[in-house]
């Protein structure tokens, strides 16, 4: 059973601020921790308003993993460690929500 981390970011304060961290610091730094720990995908989602009106979270990450233990070392790895702090450094409209899930998939 595959596995996921999630981060889920709060509206920022600054959108092109947070952008501008996330597309030119962020991601150029975590994503090769998290390719070498073994993620084998990575699907970003940016929000926009809805029928509901503005949403809860401004963008998500979802990092695929083969397995929850291949997920636990990398989260727990030196540069993991950095990843997800940096993520909350980031995160200017308050602490990003981070997930470990398990994976069930059901294809049509």
Same mark, same amino acid.
């Given at each position: ?15 092109d ?20 720990? =073994?993620?084998?995908? $990575? +699907? ?7 029928? @509901? &009106? %503005? #949403? ?20 727990t790895s030196? =540069?993991?460690?950095? $990843? +997800? ?7 200017? @409209? &308050? %602490? #990003? ?12």
């Open positions: 059973m595959g596995a996921k981390l999630i981060v889920m970011y709060p509206p920022p304060k600054d959108v601020a947070f952008e501008r961290a996330y597309n030119d610091v962020h991601m150029p730094m975590a994503a090769p921790v998290f390719k070498d720990g =073994g993620a084998t995908k $990575a +699907v970003m989602t940016k929000a926009g308003p809805g029928p @509901g &009106g %503005a #949403p809860a979270f401004h963008r998500m990450i979802e990092i695929h993993f083969p397995s929850m233990d291949a997920l636990l070392a990398c989260a030196k =540069g993991g460690q950095q $990843a +997800v702090a940096h993520a909350h450094e980031i995160s200017t @409209g &308050g %602490a #990003p929500v981070v997930l470990v899930a398990e994976e069930e998939a059901l294809t049509f």
